[in-house]
């Protein structure tokens, strides 16, 4: 029989329960298509056949036992930022190709643990730095709405495969919109945790007070299993936070009805594209016709400054971080040089591409004595505020709306050279990561041939309360259902 | 404000990054105009508001001292550029 790939995870999991067809089919026809489609997207770096194909034989056997979730031998492709035992995780940099990690990070461990099947490493903005997955070491990856455009970034690969209908479910690394901008610029639906919510163990750092890991799926259900299969706390990464983990589906009965929803005028100025204000305007009508109470009064202003303060703590957490690659314990070496400095300098400078080294320079100024004070010490002053701000909003409302991007895709190559236009693309989700909320981008329409999508902004560990907007709205809209045209 | 050449390869030294001239060049232009971005702040009174490291605020996390194997010599040797028996060879540090 020929399998239906366009289905989601739930809908293959209770196929497979029902035995229609084996999680081995299943993921021989997903490699398939993944193989074929990569000649257009280059979403992977890495395919992972023979793992897949192993996983996939275990499943069957914990379907037939009875011992079946609902991740049990569904297909699901990993960042190559997660660390992968046994198998070659880059950062998508070329100072970590080849590098093969000697553990799993907790999150896959936790797929394993499901039943879930991987079957590759998906391409990212080197080292998660960048909104488009255009700094990749191995090469750009392209948006399967329109391939001459970017999929966002960084987390772009795993945005794009799902987008494409060539896996039902990925796992992406949001530091500051890395999972939400791709999600909103492939038209489908991505989530970044609260921070504390999900183990980062084994993901390679970048910005430890900011990133979390999370998922990408086509509709809120999928996306609530496999935040529920990834969350929790872990002995392994002292900064998650013992909350216990709920059923993510627990609110999904409860509509839209008297939800208290803050529109912050400040998300909506200027830099926002007409198109885009548009569709988040046509949405507020919808969820206000459901019977969302919309509150444009909630001003923000502290959120604003968001973006300044992102780039002075994510780059200096970055500098700290990416110090450990010195090219002796693993990693791109040079080994030619006048003297053990010399070689750690030139390993650095010819293993990092270009952004990296920016942000490097950037946090280490911030870092710097003399700068400390003027730089770091006030981001940090005006996190608080910022922190304070949402915690304000959240006391009389459930959930904060924004647009997740200002514009929809833009063109491959438009914005690479200009550094600070691409950081404007995460104007609107950086505050969330500084603040530590948990966030949802959902698809809400459709602009020149291109999805637009709609950030809902929750308080910290309420993520049921975004899955359940986000399935009620879907509910009553289709843009989670549009695919892009077919490939190959 | 704008960062000399110098400025620019001192924050380099720091970092341990080599760049080229041409490297230094395109990075204290861009850099530059990103820190005049960075201006915004000193508009913001933060005089009474205690920094932020860390969403939520998390102390002395601890867990029981229990032994637990260690990773196998192999395995931890796996990635390294440079080996010699059990060693990672690195280049002499002292002249």
Redesign the interface.
């Known amino acids: 029989m020929t399998i239906d790939l366009d289905l989601t995870a739930h809908e293959h999991a209770a196929n497979l329960r029902a035995g229609e067809y084996t999680s081995r089919a299943l993921t021989e026809a997903t490699l398939a298509r993944i193989h074929a489609q990569d000649a257009s997207l280059n979403a992977y770096i890495t395919f992972t056949d023979d793992l897949a194909l192993a996983e996939a034989d275990a499943a069957d056997a914990r379907i037939a036992a009875g011992d079946a979730g609902p991740l049990t031998g569904v297909p699901v492709a990993v960042k190559d930022l997660l660390s992968t035992k046994g198998i070659q995780t880059t950062a998508a940099s070329k100072m970590l190709e080849g590098f093969v990690p000697i553990v799993d990070c907790t999150v896959v461990q936790r797929l394993k643990d499901a039943g879930a099947v991987i079957v590759g490493k998906t391409n990212l903005d080197e080292f998660a730095m960048g909104s488009s997955t255009e700094h990749s070491a191995f090469g750009a990856t392209h948006n399967p709405w329109a391939l001459d455009r970017v999929p966002g970034g960084s987390s772009g690969g795993s945005a794009a495969t799902v987008a494409s209908r060539g896996v039902p479910l990925s796992l992406g690394t949001d530091t500051g919109g890395s999972i939400r901008q791709p999600a909103a610029l492939c038209g489908i639906v991505g989530l970044k945790p609260t921070y504390g919510r999900v183990s980062r163990f084994g993901v390679v750092a970048f910005a430890s007070s900011l990133e979390q890991v999370g998922p990408f799926a086509r509709d809120a259900e999928d996306a609530a299993h496999l935040l529920g299969a990834i969350a929790g706390d872990d002995v392994m990464d002292s900064t998650t936070v013992p909350v216990p983990v709920p059923d993510y589906t627990e609110r999904f009965d409860r509509g839209l009805q008297g939800l208290r929803v803050a529109v912050p005028e400040a998300f909506f100025g200027d830099g926002l594209d007409a198109d885009v204000r548009e569709s988040i305007e046509r949405a507020i009508e919808d969820l206000a016709a459901q019977g969302a109470i919309i509150d444009r009064s909630v001003a923000l202003p502290a959120a604003s400054a968001a973006l300044p303060v992102y780039y002075i703590i994510a780059p200096s957490e970055a500098s700290a971080n990416l110090a450990r690659y010195d090219g002796v314990k693993y990693g791109f070496s040079v080994t030619d040089g006048r003297s053990v400095e010399d070689e750690m300098a030139q390993s650095r400078g010819r293993g990092f591409g270009a952004e990296v080294k920016r942000r490097i320079m950037l946090g280490t100024y911030a870092l710097s004595a003399g700068y400390y004070d003027a730089y770091y010490l006030k981001a940090q002053r005006v996190r608080t505020l910022i922190k304070r701000e949402f915690e304000a909003a959240f006391a009389t409302h459930d959930v904060i709306l924004t647009p997740t991007s200002p514009s929809v895709a833009f063109r491959l190559g438009e914005k690479v050279d200009d550094p600070y236009a691409m950081y404007l693309n995460d104007l609107y989700t950086i505050p969330v990561n500084i603040a530590g909320n948990p966030a949802i981008s959902i698809p809400c329409g459709m602009s020149q041939g291109l999805p637009v999508g709609m950030q809902l902004i929750g308080r910290p560990f309420e993520e049921s309360t975004l899955l359940g907007a986000a399935h009620a709205y879907g509910q009553v809209t289709d843009w989670h259902r549009q695919a892009p045209p077919a490939l190959g | 404000m704008a960062?000399t050449a110098d400025e620019?390869r001192y924050?380099?030294k720091?970092?341990?990054?080599?760049?080229s001239d041409a490297?230094v060049e395109r990075?204290g232009g861009?850099?530059s105009?990103?820190?005049d971005?960075?201006q915004?702040?000193?508009d913001?009174d933060?005089a009474d508001?205690?920094?932020?490291?860390?969403?939520?605020d998390?102390h002395n996390?601890e867990?029981p001292d229990v032994t637990r194997p260690s990773?196998d010599l192999e395995?931890?040797l796996?990635?390294?550029?440079?080996r010699e028996d059990a060693y990672?060879r690195?280049?002499?540090?002292l002249d």
Not at chain 2, 14 to 19: G, K, P
Not at chain 2, 90 to 93: K, L, Y
Request: no cysteine.
């Open positions: 960062l620019v924050i380099a720091l970092a341990r990054v080599a760049l490297e990075l861009e850099l105009t990103i820190l971005h960075f915004v702040l000193n913001i933060t508001v205690p920094p932020t490291a860390q969403s939520f998390l996390v867990r990773f395995d931890v796996l990635n390294a550029p440079r990672i690195v280049r002499g540090v």
